[in-house]
């Protein structure tokens, strides 16, 4: 690609898996942990994403990587990532931080939009009411921006997805399911949004549009892989499941897990550096 990219990506289940997610998908790679908790290994990256993932960040004229996740910001700094990014992207991009410090003013902006749905409060407590009823095990809220919460997905199915979206539809918020979580998210909140937002900031400095790829596995991406000029979707994930990506420039990957993530990051190697490596070095 000529010109500078803007790289934006999904984390868990796209580039990093638990030891649970690598049994269940399979594709499994050599890899080292990035991310413990408490004692416990939530999260491992295949050693072949680390390294390129590294090597890109060597060239940050060329490209810049957002880490782009629906986490919290504690929840994201957890990881340990090969390189330091300059922009990231949390709370399903309620918050961007730059060198780590939140952008005040992306913030300020999305304080506005989130003004035209209901408070967070008030959809905290429909949730609380569920887990008062038996039909949510725990509420959370994240971020003081959107809530969640931890369901038994044998009980907790589209019924309930629909009760609830039936709940919140008025209050300009919608509901996303994803096994053992439901996310009660206000309309206004998108990670498309905040992508856009530092895009733009990007072409400001470099007068020129970044070229977009972006690569998740969720419904929650779905406006970001629209919004990308070259797009990835994780064989196994839950957009997989529903057949093809509906987005013609967004590709399906050969395998799951771990090698999924090896093909994506090695198209991104390709797409920024391809033939032209050696040049830059």
């Known amino acids: ?17 638990s030891p649970r997610a690598t049994e269940v998908l399979g594709g499994g790679l050599p890899r080292s942990v990035v991310e ?38 504690r929840q994201l700094q957890r990881i340990e990532l090969p390189f330091t990014p300059r922009f990231s992207i949390a709370a399903s991009g309620g918050v961007v931080l730059e060198h780590g410090r939140v952008d005040e003013g992306w913030a300020r902006d999305t304080a506005a939009r989130l003004a035209r749905c209901a408070p967070v409060a008030e959809v905290r407590a429909v949730l609380d009411a569920l887990v008062d009823a038996g039909v949510v095990l725990r509420a959370h809220t994240a971020e003081d921006l959107f809530c969640y919460g931890i369901v038994d997905p044998a009980r907790f199915g589209p019924e309930e997805v629909e009760r609830l979206t039936a709940l919140l539809l008025p209050r300009s918020w919608r509901v996303a399911h994803q096994g053992t979580k439901v996310y009660a998210l206000p309309d206004a909140l998108h990670k498309a949004h905040a992508i856009a937002h530092v895009r733009d900031r990007l072409a400001a400095e470099a007068g020129d549009v970044p070229a977009l790829l972006a690569a998740g596995d969720t419904w929650l991406d779905a406006e970001m892989l629209a919004l990308a000029d070259r797009g990835w979707v994780p064989a196994g994930s839950e957009i997989s499941r529903s057949g ?28 920024v550096l391809g033939a032209g490596e050696q040049a830059r070095s």
Do not use: K, Y
């Open 36 to 73: 413990v908790h408490e004692g416990r290994v939530v999260s491992e990256m295949a050693d072949v994403v680390r390294d390129r993932l590294a090597e890109l960040a060597r060239f940050p004229a060329a490209v810049t990587v957002v880490p782009t996740t629906t986490r919290t910001v």
């Open 1 to 17: 690609m000529s010109g500078p990219v803007l790289v934006t990506t999904d984390l868990d289940r796209t580039l990093i898996f």
């Open 244 to 271: 093809p990506p509906p987005w013609p420039q967004v590709t399906l990957t050969g395998s799951p897990g771990h090698a999924a993530a090896a093909e994506i990051v090695g198209a991104w190697h390709e797409a």
